[in-house]
């Protein structure tokens, strides 16, 4: 168990709609990371959150919005949803930036769009 | 920009086999080198890391070295078990604030480890 905890695991919905992935941090640990899991994309960067506030952003789609509250946990939004946004998310946190921390997984967040 | 190449799977070994997994990567600067492991249903596990050229990072019988000179950081572990079966990616950090310390991850190499 690596103390990231990530709500819901399964997500089934259909095409057009809105879904919010929920993740929070190992205790004391400030950054958040986003990445999404695929087969044809590989495992992939979407955002990082440091205590509040947007550090990084990768490959993340307009439609797919993220933030980080004031409790340091974290919600991927994800909308107007496509078959291909299909996959397994995952978030990930570390103790802080700046430094190649280890960044811990959670289990992950498998959506299906119908 | 930065990128990890590792090696295609599947690869199927016996228990007690000895296994290598190529990584290789391109990044400007002095990335920080990962491998993950992926156990099926689960999410990823740090399996080792390391930080500066000609770190060796080790952790259950697994052990990589960091190659500046050849850009690596290859897996190896001396004698598998069945309970090595698992899908393993090398990824890089280039730890900078710019960069907000992401993960670039390789494709992942699923390894089967038959008794």
């Known amino acids: 168990d690596s103390g990231v905890t990530q709500t819901p695991k399964h997500l089934i919905t259909a095409t057009g709609q809105r879904v919010t992935l929920r993740c929070s941090p190992r205790?004391?640990?400030?950054?958040v990371y986003w990445y999404q899991q695929s087969l044809d994309q590989g495992l992939q960067f979407l955002i990082h959150?440091?205590?509040?506030?947007?550090?990084a952003k990768g490959n993340i789609l307009e439609r797919f919005s993220a933030q980080q509250f004031p409790d340091l946990h974290s919600e991927l939004n994800l909308s107007s949803l496509e078959l291909g946004d299909s996959a397994l998310y995952f978030c990930?946190?570390?103790?802080?930036?700046?430094?190649?921390?280890?960044?811990?997984f959670g289990p992950g967040t498998r959506l299906t769009v119908t | 920009g930065d990128s990890v190449t590792q090696m295609e799977g599947p690869v199927t070994l016996s228990e007690e086999a000895f296994l290598t997994i190529n990584c290789t990567y391109t990044?400007?600067?002095?990335?920080?080198l990962f491998w993950y492991v992926q156990y099926p249903g689960e999410g990823l596990q740090l399996l080792l890391k390391?930080?500066?050229?000609?770190d060796k990072g080790s952790n259950k019988g697994f052990e990589a070295t960091y190659r500046k000179e050849t850009t690596s950081f290859h897996l190896e572990k001396g004698s598998v078990q069945v309970s090595d079966s698992a899908v393993y990616f090398c990824?890089?950090?280039?730890?900078?604030?710019?960069?907000?310390?992401?993960?670039?991850f390789g494709g992942g190499t699923r390894v089967l480890v038959k008794p």
């Open positions: 959150y440091y205590n509040g506030e947007e550090r």
């Open positions: 205790s004391g640990d400030l950054s």
């Open positions: 990930a946190s570390s103790v802080a930036t700046g430094q190649p921390y280890e960044q811990y």
């Open positions: 990824a890089l950090s280039a730890g900078s604030r710019a960069a907000g310390n992401k993960l670039t």
């Open positions: 990044a400007t600067g002095y990335p920080s």
């Open positions: 390391a930080t500066k050229a000609d």
